[in-house]
């Protein structure tokens, strides 16, 4: 199967080469780059030195009709048209950015600044949380790969959300990010001597992840649920963990039954004894879970982990992909230490 590759030199794009080049079913024909046109693979991220794609040089233009299935890990807008022709072409797409991840339409124009054209392929596209929608996924032509703290945090809620048991009707998530969740662009508060030995909370009221974790738990609950949601930047280059706290009558070792029951034939999904740490799961599609309960003010608390570019991003796009393409879901993914990792 041939695949491409657009948006290849941003951190998902080196994070997709990396887990496709171990694929023997694939190959990867085109990598797309406007800044990189013309360079070599190994010479834009050194770490994929010895990848067999080494040589792959970077395409200023993508072409819709040499690969069999795309990946898009590109800024959003550009997504919202890209999609759009690929499917018309009959193409399978996996869709890193938030084009097609939000069912309500109004959310485009109120967190995203632009009105959304092509409704009819929002409500076409799967939102691409295997856990959640894995049948679906299955079926789909377009999957839209989550959001890294939506990953995170929807993993976290999600046994308690479908079992019915949050009792407010609002869910407290606090959630922290390497700074590679912002991508490879440049920006003032991420370079290193403001990023360094600090960490800062941003967008404490309106993220635009906002309406995504909304959207998919208000798909599955009975009760509206609302998300309190407050993003951190801590210094780290990649790994992200998120801490969501609801009011609930059952205590830590049912909570715990009820996650270990409901994740327990997922092969990304890993309950602990003890809170979780970013150094377990970064560079792998693992999501690492803790469930634990305060009797003082009787709330759940549970705390995630993941890398943001590994299952908030590309691992779970490769997870995506197998599923939509019939291969063991864990196919290669689970192997995926046995190639260099940028920022280990
Ligand atoms: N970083 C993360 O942890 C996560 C990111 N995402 C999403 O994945 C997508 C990619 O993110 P990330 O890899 O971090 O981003 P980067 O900024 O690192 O890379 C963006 C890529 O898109 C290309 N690009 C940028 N602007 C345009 C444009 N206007 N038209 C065409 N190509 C463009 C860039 O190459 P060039 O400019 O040379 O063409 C580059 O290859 C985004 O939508 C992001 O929101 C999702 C989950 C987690
Ligand atoms: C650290 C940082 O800036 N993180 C990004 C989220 C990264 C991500 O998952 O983004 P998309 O929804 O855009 O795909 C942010 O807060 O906007």
Known sequence: MKVGIIGASGYTGAELIRGLSLYQEVEINQIVS?????????DVFPHLSDSRYQDLTFEEEADLDSSDFYFLALPHQPSVELVKLLHEKGKKVVDLSAAYR??????????YGFEHKYLELLSESVYGLPEIFREEIGKASIVANPGCYPTATLLALFPAVKEGIIQSDSITVNALSGISGAGRGLKQHFHYPEAY???????????????????????ISDKK?????????????????STVVFKTDMKKEQLEELYRLEYR????????NNPPAIKDVVGSNYCDIYVDYDE????????????????GASLQALQNFNIMTGMLEDKYIKDISRVSILFP
């Open 265 to 272: 034939y997922e092969p990304f999904i890993r309950i602990l």
């Open 225 to 241: 649920l609302l998300i309190r949601f407050t993003p951190h930047i801590i210094p780290v280059s990649r790994g992200m963990i």
């Open 34 to 42: 406007r800044n990189f046109a013309g360079k070599k693979l190994k």
């Open 296 to 311: 003082r003010t009787g709330d759940a608390v549970v705390i995630s982990a993941i890398d943001n570019l590994g299952k």
């Open 197 to 219: 030995g600090n960490a800062y909370p941003y967008n404490p009221i309106k993220h635009r992840h906002i309406p995504e974790m909304e959207d998919v738990i208000n798909g």
């Open 102 to 111: 939000i069912k309500n339409p109004s959310a485009y124009p109120n967190y």
